[in-house]
């Protein structure tokens, strides 16, 4: 056995693997929303590239050493794109279920939040308005795209 053997890190090797099979998946969903069109699977679809791109990029990172903008595009794409659009999928495929009135909940209790601790970001106001005007304009879209009445039952 030669004694020059390298060993691959695991933090190489998982974030491969990682990005290969969520490519796989997100081409597998994208398949399916061409022949349904279900918009639920288009945004899926969207985020699991999402998580490809970010593995992948964490994979090159840990392969070949990271530079300032690959860890800035491993992180924007990690934390904010894979989370908003695998959960957004989640979000449109329940809208119109009752679902939907807890999410809407949600996004207002995130507003209350905003509005309680404004005082700790005195001069930070227009992110403060803007994190106010955003959740309180999605709870009241949510909310609206809701439909009021429940499913009719299956009853024989």
Avoid: H, K
């Avoid at 490519?23 to 699977?41: D, E």
């Avoid at 930070?124 to 308005?129: E, K, Y």
């Avoid at 439909?147 to 039952?153: K, V």
């Amino acid at each position: 056995m030669p004694s020059d053997v390298r060993q691959v890190s695991p933090n190489v090797v998982l974030p491969f693997c990682s990005s290969v099979v969520s490519f796989a998946f997100a081409f597998a969903v994208l398949a399916q929303w061409s022949r349904r069109r279900q918009a639920f699977q288009l945004v899926w679809a969207v985020g699991l590239l999402w998580y490809g791109i970010s593995a992948g990029t964490e994979f090159v990172g840990s392969a070949f050493g990271w530079t300032e903008p690959l860890y800035r595009a491993w992180y924007l794409i990690g934390a904010f794109f894979v989370a908003a659009y695998l959960g957004a999928g989640t979000i449109v495929l329940l809208a119109r279920t009752r679902f939907g009135y807890f999410v809407a909940v949600s996004f207002l209790f995130g507003a209350l939040y905003a509005f309680a601790i404004r005082g700790r970001y005195p001069n930070d106001t227009l992110s403060f308005a803007i994190v106010l005007a955003v959740c309180v304009a999605t709870a009241i879209a949510l909310a609206s795209a809701t439909p009021a009445r429940a499913r009719p039952s299956r009853r024989s």
